[in-house]
C-alpha cells in the first residue's frame, strides 16, 4: 500500500506562484513516474505534468514554460512548482505515482 498526501494548495493572485508537495509513502515504494492532475469545476480531471525516474518530463501544453515538475528520489517527494498562475488554473489538484492518487489539494486563482 502506497500514500500520497499533497500540500501547498492555497489561494493565489493572477500572477503569482505555488509551491505543490506530494510525500510518497509506504511498503515496496517503486520508482516510477510520478505525475500531477487537476480537475477543475465541471471539467474532466487532465495530465499536467509527469516525470519519470529518469527525470525525463512531459506537460501539458496550457502549462508549459509555467510550471515545473521535480522529484527527490532520496526524499519519496514529488514536487510541482507553478508561476505565472492564471485563474484558468483554479483547479484539484492530485499527485498519483504508480497507481494510486491523494486526496488532492485546491489551488484557487483569483484575478
Known amino acids: 500500500q502506497v500514500q500520497l498526501v499533497e500540500s501547498g494548495g492555497g489561494l493565489v493572485q493572477a500572477g503569482g506562484s505555488l509551491r505543490l508537495s506530494c510525500s510518497i509513502s509506504g511498503e515496496n515504494v517503486r520508482n516510477t513516474v510520478a505525475a500531477w492532475h487537476r480537475q477543475a469545476p465541471g471539467k474532466q480531471r487532465e495530465l499536467v505534468a509527469a516525470?519519470?525516474?529518469?527525470?525525463?518530463?512531459q506537460y501539458a501544453d496550457s502549462v508549459k514554460g509555467r510550471f515545473t515538475i521535480s522529484r527527490d528520489i532520496a526524499k519519496s517527494a514529488v514536487y510541482l512548482q507553478m508561476n505565472s498562475l492564471k485563474p484558468e488554473d483554479t483547479a484539484v489538484y492530485y499527485c498519483?505515482?504508480?497507481?494510486?492518487w491523494g486526496q488532492g489539494t485546491q489551488v484557487t486563482v483569483s484575478a
Open positions: 516525470i519519470s525516474s529518469r527525470a525525463n518530463t
Open positions: 498519483t505515482y504508480d497507481g494510486y
